[in-house]
């Protein structure tokens, strides 16, 4: 049976805001959307009935995608290292913590996994974009509140390793689908995955329609590895005996990788902190299946030059905001990134910004007819705003900068 409820105002993201709306929903999931002037007779009906839950005055958002973690991290209650580390040093950092908790077994990757998930949840996140490094987390994940993309991670810098390694992977993606778990591959880097190996993945994820998501362009140490095949991420390489002629082509460029990622079902640029015009301009022309995400704190973490975060979406490219781990960030509260970016990029559109950790994050993920709007098949939980008579009454674009600016204070509402 269906229920309905109104509200003041009604943001879906992916539709024009709607004043004085009404939503109609059925077990959990969004049936309809409107506005009181064209609701259905059986909104009316339920209306004279004193059936419809009046919201009052509230805006209504979608719930949020956090399309970039590695839950594993969650535990963290502060970043690994410090970020006056050389790259290649800080990820040393990260693999010594994890080879350290690893060695407490599997029980405690579930417990930080489950934390994390939690802290997300709370803040209104209901679909996340997971870095999986463990294939045993299926029934883990299948658990949880929020909605896991379970991306598995994929290192491998050897030729002679790839077709053994991708068939791994396609094993995972078949028992992620008969778990019920979204999945979806990731070849980390182009330091750690050598270049026949992404294009591999690339063709697994069109075969099974999931996401295929890798760290790129992230740091000036991987600018000179893929632009001119040398510099300290080489080095490291060649001292762990990993370094192979063949991992990255000859004339590389990011174009390259971007183009190859590009052939994937649906692609996610994870940082590009180092691409340029040329880039973006590719991008902007690629945004029918690929998306960047933009760490925005981790971003800062690190120092890197400023992001070029309105030149990206004046060249058409589909940006989401990701929280990262808290390996490089104090918290996973997405909200919190949405407060950073506003603050750093004030003249960004509202409605704009928020489609950054909805609507394109939940595209960027595969999750897009069920998540990140407020219509028709979307999963039922919206984040509630209280709104002021004023502001209710205010044009749409001058309350929704009133919503902005007070996200920190919305409510998960499970209609
Ligand atoms: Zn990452």
Known sequence: MSTYYRAAWVFPLNAPPINEGWVEVDNGVVTRVGSESTAPPEFQIAQQQLEVQDLGNVALLPGLVNPHTHLEFSELSTPVGDPSLDFDAWIAEVVKYRREKAAQGAEWL?????????????????GIGEITTSQSLLACYSKLKTRIVSLLEVINFSAEQVSAVTAGVQNYLAQAATSGVNAGVSPHAPYTVHWEQLKSL?????????????????TAEECALVQTRSGPLREMLERLGMWEESGIPLESSFQQYIETLASSWRALIVHGNYLKHDDWDLLGRLNSNVSVCYCPRTHHYFQHPTYALEEMLAAGVRVCLGTDSRASNPDLNLLAEVEFVRNEYPDLNPSTLLELVTVNAAFALGLESTHGFIGTNAVASVLSVSLTQEEAEASESACLSAVVTRLSEAQLVRL
């Open 202 to 218: 690339c063709e697994l994820s069109r075969d099974f329609e999931v996401p295929c998501v890798m760290h790129l362009a992230e």
């Open 110 to 126: 579930e417990e930080t996994i489950t934390l994390g998930a939690s802290e997300s949840s709370e803040i209104g996140v209901l």
